[in-house]
């Protein structure tokens, strides 16, 4: 199975900073099908991007996702308290789908 | 506007069953492909069965094959998992999940979740 490995594990940033997130697949993903999600807590996950970097419908435009092969990236730009949370990646293109373990991004 | 949301979660004790139901309202529900999703704090979130959009074909994780399985009712809206010979491991909250499409498996809509405690 495909392997996901987020990193860093926590990232500690400031409201009004970015954010740059990785996932690394242990091979390459079939499609770029790759998926991230949020997760705040006491809350299910919410998709953000799917197809590796289309947004999903009413994430603002500061979510963005990148990569291709086994190297994805989310970046959140000028960070807002509301998002400070966990977030997965997801691949799809391969089975069995797998999730990556997270990255907590917290406040600095 | 969608909505998903799962019942039958408890507690049950090791070998035993339990059946987990998934009312969808605000789609249409025979459009898409359907899955179940668990987190638990040590393992984060597991893939663990998905259902096509008509119900012909099923998929399961290796950690839960020929143990669980999923069904749905297209007439009903309804996408259900029964889970028999249940381990201390199965112990998660489980999620109902939509697909994005019939055949693309990223999840956008979840429902809330229902816990799940394997335990004597």
């Known amino acids: 199975e495909v392997v996901l490995t987020q990193s860093p594990g926590t990232l500690s940033l400031s409201p009004g900073e970015s954010a740059t997130l990785s996932c690394r697949a242990s091979q390459r993903v079939t499609n770029n099908h790759v998926a991230w999600y949020q997760q705040r807590p006491g809350q299910a996950p919410r998709l953000l991007i799917y197809?590796?970097?289309s947004r999903a419908t009413v994430i603002p435009d500061r979510f963005s996702g990148s990569g291709s092969g086994t190297d994805f990236t989310l970046t959140i730009s000028r960070l807002e308290p509301e998002d400070f949370a966990v977030y997965y990646c997801?691949?799809?293109?391969?089975?069995?789908?797998?999730f990556g373990l997270g990255t907590r991004l917290e406040i600095k | 506007e969608v909505q998903l949301l799962e019942s039958g979660g408890g507690l049950v004790q090791p070998g035993g069953s339990l059946r987990l139901s998934c009312a969808a309202s605000?789609?249409?529900?025979?459009?898409?492909?359907m899955t179940w999703v668990r987190q638990t704090p040590g393992k984060g979130l597991e893939w663990v069965s998905a259902i096509t959009s008509t119900g012909i074909n099923t998929y399961y994780a290796d950690s839960v094959r020929g143990r669980f399985t999923i069904s749905r009712d297209n007439s009903e809206n309804t996408l259900s998992l029964q889970m028999s010979s249940l381990r201390a491991e199965d112990t998660a909250v489980y999620y109902c999940?939509?697909?994005?499409?019939?055949?693309?498996?990223?999840?956008?809509?979840w429902g809330p979740g229902t816990l799940v405690t394997v335990s004597s």
């Open positions: 197809g590796a970097s």
């Open positions: 997801q691949q799809y293109g391969n089975s069995p789908i797998t």
């Open positions: 605000g789609l249409t529900f025979s459009n898409y492909a």
């Open positions: 999940v939509k697909a994005g499409s019939a055949w693309s498996y990223f999840f956008d809509f």
